[in-house]
């Protein structure tokens, strides 16, 4: 399996995966090593204990550069964040300039969160901002920097309100709130800050139509610059020098440089140093392979400081066939996750999941990466998931937020079990059984352990008839009855997506070196900042990651701009 194939099912649900323009765009990616030194670890290990992965900052002689060229703010990654950036910078009049190492620019990410827009307002769904705001740092416990989050809960409307009309105008789309369910019955709080443009995940795309403003203003994007090392001295960054199919280009950036690189997801010898959690619950790849953390450790070698908390983001939806473990196969920057299917969307439906052992280990309705955390603790890392023919009533009654959703969507629009499951069912991952005991040997429950199955799923029968699960404190109208035929299982483990602790930085973006000191001239948004998230994404303030990736792109550029 190449890293290439590796990227399909954001959705999981086939048509809309199908529609997703995501991957094409990952055909297109050729990122290039420039030399032996840049690769993953560079062969070369700093000494200290645990960063091997961050190699050294290569040497680039000054006779090696072909050519050099100035602008003002100089943006790297043409993605959520980056292109807000020079969209803004481009509507300001900014001399700037946008590289990217890809041929084209990043996949949009559709669901976008935005506080108290007009649409919200419209709604009567004001959101409580100190709720939001307390709410995401319970997430972080306490490590969210709140000037940092403030930026969003201050400047997404208007974010959201200008690319919303560039949107609307380039495509026709509309504009569709999700209002967000109640969910204080578990403990959560969830905010309606959802924006999406319908018909989802098809036609031209929100970045698409970023790019075409940005041309129209006369700007383009460099495509195949692919940023090997920041330009730095004295704690002051001036510009970047970047592998091009013309060589080694310097670009030298009076107003400051911005990385908007992404996260690391894809660079498995990071993940493996930073994260090692996720492999022991991880079965599939959703991650775009071009974000490999490259752009972070350029900061890191020009002296910025990064999170020490990680924070991956991660959904239940891998699912996997029986006997498949979570975890990397191969190793090195080679290493990947074993899955073939990379989001099924079922996953995130909340029915009865046992572990290998066939116990229930966890209340099944919580956020996404909770199950593959409490997996993490169980044999082979992954989780079986069961349901029976009811379950369209039960999808419907489950009521579920965020992506999520789709599948609730689908169901009340009369899609069938089998057909929201074809990519899981037709290779044989997905069973599917007439009776229990058929079922349990299909997913491989043998012995005690068959036993221990079909003695659960007595039990949760029974919880679902008293209406309250005694064992793990599930919401009652999350739990339901497993007595009709068909019955269905599935294993899974988790899926990654991104990761989104980064480098550190204060709430105008500016990086921040070990002792909290600005790096002049080196600003940070999207995944690759940081002091936002620590060990979980919130999930349940759907969008944020890719709201606040654009909200802070878009403040840099009108903040240097004197639009602020
Ligand atoms: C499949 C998937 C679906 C998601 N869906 C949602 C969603 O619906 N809503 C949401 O809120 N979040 C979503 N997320 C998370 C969200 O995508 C990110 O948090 C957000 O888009 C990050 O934006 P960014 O600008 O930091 O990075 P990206 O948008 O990933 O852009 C990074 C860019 O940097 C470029 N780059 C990287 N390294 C270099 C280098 N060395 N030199 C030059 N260029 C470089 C890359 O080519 C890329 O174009 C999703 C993530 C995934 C993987």
């Known amino acids: 399996m190449t890293k290439e194939i590796s990227r399909r099912s954001f ?52 006779g090696d550069i072909t050519s050099t060229e100035e602008t003002g703010l100089l943006i790297i990654g043409a993605g959520t964040a980056g292109l807000a950036a020079a969209a803004t910078a481009a509507d300001l009049g900014l001399d700037f300039m946008i590289a990217d190492k890809n041929t084209m620019v990043q996949d949009t990410r559709e669901y976008f969160g935005a506080v108290n827009t007009k649409y919200t307002k419209e709604a009567g769904q004001e959101v409580d901002k100190i709720r939001t705001m307390n ?25 959201f309100e200008w690319v919303d009309e560039l949107v609307q105008k380039a495509t026709g789309k509309e504009l569709y709130l999700e209002i967000a369910p109640d969910l ?14 319908a018909p989802y995940y098809s036609g031209v795309m929100r970045n698409e139509v970023l790019q075409q403003h940005i041309e129209e203003a006369g700007q383009s994007i460099a495509f195949g610059y692919e940023l090997v090392k920041l330009v730095h001295a004295d704690g002051k960054v001036t510009g970047a020098i970047f592998n091009t199919d013309a060589g080694y280009v310097q670009v030298n950036a009076k107003d400051g440089v911005l990385l ?69 196969i191969g190793s090195g920057e080679d290493a990947i996750f074993p899955g ?76 069938a079990i089998d057909d929201l499951c074809a990519s899981a069912l037709e290779p044989g991952i997905m069973k599917k059984a007439d009776t229990l005991e058929e079922l349990a040997d299909m997913l491989g429950f043998e012995g005690d352990a068959k036993q ?52 550190t930085i204060n709430e105008e973006m500016q990086v ?20 936002l998230f620590a060990g979980t994404y919130p999930e349940y303030v759907v969008g944020l990651a890719c709201g606040r990736s654009s909200t802070q792109g878009r403040h840099i550029a009108r903040r240097i701009a004197g639009d602020l």
Request: proline share 5%; glycine share 12%.
């Open 135 to 159: 709410e995401i740092a319970r997430y972080s416990n306490g490590r969210t920097n709140r000037a940092v989050l403030k930026v969003w809960l201050d400047e997404s409307a208007e974010c």
């Open 11 to 62: 959705l999981g649900l086939g048509a809309a995966a199908a529609a997703m323009g995501s991957m094409a765009a990952l055909s297109g990616c050729t990122p290039k090593t420039p030399d032996a030194s840049l690769s993953e670890t560079g062969g070369q290990d700093t000494g200290e204990a645990g960063t091997s992965w961050l190699g050294t900052e290569p040497e680039i002689a000054e």
């Open 512 to 531: 921040l070196d070990t002792e909290g000191n600005i790096i002049e001239g080196l600003y940070a948004a999207g995944d690759c900042s940081g002091s």
């Open 184 to 197: 204080t019955d578990h403990g959560y709080f969830a905010p309606t800050v959802n924006h999406m443009h």
């Open 340 to 415: 073939t299917i990379f989001q099924l969307n079922m996953g995130s439906q909340p029915f009865m999941a046992v572990n290998r052992k066939g116990v229930r280990f966890t209340n099944e309705s919580l956020p996404y990466d909770n199950i593959c955390n409490a997996s993490a603790m169980q044999p082979g890392g992954v989780w079986c998931q069961i349901f029976d023919a009811n379950a369209p009533e039960d999808i419907d009654r489950f009521a579920q937020a965020g992506c999520a959703r789709l599948t609730t969507d689908a169901i009340r629009k009369g899609a």
């Open 260 to 328: 908007a690189t992404g996260g690391y997801a894809a660079n498995p010898i990071m993940m493996e140093a930073l994260q090692p959690n996720v492999s022991k619950c991880v079965t599939a790849n959703s991650y775009s392979m071009v974000c490999d953390g490259s752009g972070i450790k350029t900061a890191l070698w020009a002296g910025a400081a990064m999170d020490e908390v990680p924070c991956p983001m991660i959904f239940n939806r891998g699912a996997v066939d029986v006997g498949v473990d979570a975890g990397y």
């Open 452 to 503: 221990a199955f079909l003695a659960q799923v007595e039990r949760y029968n029974e919880l679902y008839d008293a209406q309250q699960d005694e064992d793990f404190g599930k919401e009652p109208h999350r739990l339901s009855a497993i007595r009709k035929a068909p019955f269905y299982g599935c294993w899974y483990g988790g899926s990654l997506l991104t990761t989104i602790d980064g480098l």
